[in-house]
């Protein structure tokens, strides 16, 4: 029986090691802070990801991706989500992690995309929806939201727009500073999932001289029923200067987003943007509201926004 179980364990091991990206390599390094201090929003851990090489290319500066749900986007020690007890979730849901690191590593060796720095910004439990929800378009507007999805969230709790000044006042600086980044718009970027897809796309609309392009994989449009669509109609940069890139899946809580998405295509149009340009939406048939998913095609949004 001891025997069988050993088996067994090291087949749940093998499966979520290959299903995971285990046969990507992890270049770079890590610097981890814990937690990172905020006049604007509770302290929360940061994680930034340095590429190979950053270290012995002294005169080198580099883009920067910011991300959200940081303890999703790596396999490492520090994010709760690593921990033994979640091992068996981890295998059952194809793996809990992005595996940026891994990614992002593999795309620079075969130089698809320029090498580039991650920060990673962990969520504060119960707290995402007040986050990550748009504010100006549930608040300024009579939307008749009265939660935010299934959580105990209303409106009123909304704080994004402290996210953001939080992001863009005291991160983003912070970064700025202690690492060799190039500052400017067109380097640098924001990107998430659900509603990290949502408060990504917030932030190009309300910072379009900071972050100059957003990745907004399986972007959850439902809550108001895309109220802050109707309100990027006026308030959405013109196209000439900004990169963006949509996607969706069809199954899971994506199944009901494509309707969303075609609308927030239509106000891209109406911007001037062109599809395959400054802008692309792709629909993955298939797929579910997962970080296997977005793990499996995160090399698109990448390779648009970093690609040489």
Same mark, same amino acid.
């Given at each position: 029986?001891?025997?069988?179980?050993?088996? +067994?364990?090291?087949?749940?091991?093998?499966?979520?090691?290959?299903?995971?990206?285990?046969?990507?390599?992890?270049?770079?390094?890590?610097?981890?802070?814990?937690?990172?201090?905020?006049? +604007?929003?509770?302290?929360?851990?940061?994680?930034? @990801?340095?590429?190979?090489?950053?270290?012995?290319?002294?005169?080198?500066?580099?883009?920067?991706?910011?991300?959200?749900?940081?303890?999703?986007?790596?396999?490492?020690?520090?994010?709760?989500?690593?921990? =033994?007890?979640?091992?068996?979730?981890?295998?059952?849901?194809?793996?809990?992690?992005?595996?940026?690191?891994?990614?992002?590593?593999?795309?620079?060796?075969?130089?698809?995309?320029?090498?580039?720095?991650?920060?990673?910004?962990? +969520?504060?439990?119960? !707290? !995402? *929806?007040?986050?990550?929800?748009?504010?100006?378009?549930?608040? %300024?507007?009579?939307?008749?939201?009265?939660?935010? *999805?299934?959580?105990?969230? /209303?409106?009123?709790?909304?704080?994004?727009?402290?996210?953001?000044? =939080?992001?863009?006042?005291?991160?983003?600086? +912070?970064?700025?500073?202690? =690492?060799?980044?190039? /500052?400017?718009?067109?380097?640098?970027?924001? %990107? &998430?999932?659900? %509603?990290?897809?949502?408060?990504?796309?917030?932030?190009?609309?309300?910072?379009?001289?900071? #972050?100059?392009?957003?990745?907004?994989?399986?972007?959850? @449009?439902?809550?108001?029923?895309?109220?802050?669509?109707?309100?990027?109609?006026?308030?959405?940069?013109?196209?000439?200067?900004?990169?963006?890139? #949509?996607?969706?899946?069809?199954?899971?809580?994506?199944?009901?987003?494509?309707?969303?998405?075609? !609308?927030?295509?239509?106000?891209?149009?109406?911007? &001037?943007?062109?599809? *395959?340009?400054?802008?692309?939406?792709?629909?993955?048939?298939?797929?579910?509201?997962?970080?296997?998913?977005?793990?499996? !095609?995160?090399?698109?949004?990448?390779?648009?926004?970093? *690609?040489?």
């Amino acid at each position: 029986m001891l025997f069988a179980g050993a088996v +067994f364990l090291g087949f749940i091991f093998f499966l979520n090691y290959s299903e995971s990206g285990g046969m990507d390599k992890s270049d770079g390094s890590f610097v981890f802070y814990k937690p990172f201090p905020s006049k +604007f929003v509770i302290p929360r851990p940061v994680d930034v @990801w340095l590429p190979e090489g950053y270290d012995d290319n002294s005169d080198n500066h580099y883009p920067v991706v910011y991300m959200h749900d940081g303890q999703l986007l790596f396999d490492k020690p520090s994010s709760p989500m690593a921990k =033994f007890w979640y091992r068996p979730f981890d295998w059952y849901v194809g793996g809990m992690f992005w595996e940026v690191d891994k990614i992002m590593s593999r795309l620079i060796r075969e130089q698809q995309i320029r090498p580039a720095i991650v920060v990673s910004i962990w +969520f504060i439990p119960n !707290r !995402r *929806g007040a986050e990550f929800m748009p504010q100006k378009p549930i608040t %300024m507007v009579e939307t008749g939201l009265e939660r935010i *999805g299934d959580s105990d969230v /209303t409106p009123d709790d909304v704080i994004s727009d402290n996210y953001l000044k =939080f992001l863009t006042e005291e991160l983003k600086p +912070f970064v700025d500073k202690n =690492f060799r980044t190039l /500052t400017d718009r067109d380097n640098t970027f924001v %990107m &998430g999932s659900s %509603m990290g897809g949502s408060i990504s796309a917030y932030a190009i609309s309300e910072y379009p001289d900071i #972050f100059g392009g957003a990745a907004c994989l399986s972007t959850d @449009w439902t809550h108001g029923k895309g109220a802050e669509i109707d309100w990027y109609k006026k308030h959405w940069p013109g196209a000439g200067s900004h990169r963006l890139y #949509f996607d969706y899946g069809t199954e899971t809580w994506d199944a009901p987003f494509e309707p969303y998405q075609n !609308r927030m295509d239509n106000v891209l149009r109406e911007h &001037g943007y062109i599809e *395959g340009e400054d802008w692309v939406t792709r629909k993955f048939d298939g797929a579910d509201h997962s970080p296997r998913a977005w793990r499996e !095609r995160l090399h698109v949004p990448l390779t648009f926004l970093l *690609g040489n």
